[in-house]
């Protein structure tokens, strides 16, 4: 299973940036899909969480400005994020966690992460 990230760039203070985050391989389930950041110097922290059934979670800094989304269907997350600030410059991850398939079947769990992806906003 892998997950390929894409979206980032350089935005203006109060713009707004989609990322995606595409799924691909042997998945049975994704269970779980996030969107994780990391500033230099600083720890990877939560942006946001969504569940297979919609149940979503949010960083408190973004909360109000961010909005996560999954096609379940084509196994890809989103992460629509408005109003922007220089704060929200980071590396981007997606996360995915679920169960591969195998011969049709769920078999072993997997925790992956994508590549990540450069978001910068300048103020």
């Known amino acids: 299973v892998q997950l390929q990230a894409s979206g980032g760039g350089l935005m203006q203070a109060g713009g707004s940036l989609r990322l995606s985050c595409a799924a691909s391989?042997?998945?049975?389930?994704?269970?779980?899909m996030g969107w994780y950041r990391q500033a230099p110097g600083k720890e990877r922290e939560l942006v946001a969480s969504?569940?297979?059934?919609?149940?979503?979670n949010y960083g408190d800094s973004v909360k109000g400005r961010f909005t996560i989304s999954r096609d379940n269907a084509k196994n890809i997350l989103y992460l629509q994020m408005n109003s922007l600030k220089p704060e929200d410059t980071a590396v981007y991850y997606c996360?995915?966690?679920?169960?591969?398939?195998?011969?049709?079947?769920?078999?072993?769990?997997?925790?992956?992460w994508g590549q990540g992806t450069q978001v910068t906003v300048s103020s």
């Open positions: 391989g042997s998945i049975f389930s994704i269970n779980v």
């Open positions: 996360n995915a966690e679920g169960r591969v398939r195998t011969k049709g079947w769920p078999s072993e769990p997997y925790n992956i």
């Open positions: 969504i569940t297979n059934s919609d149940s979503t």
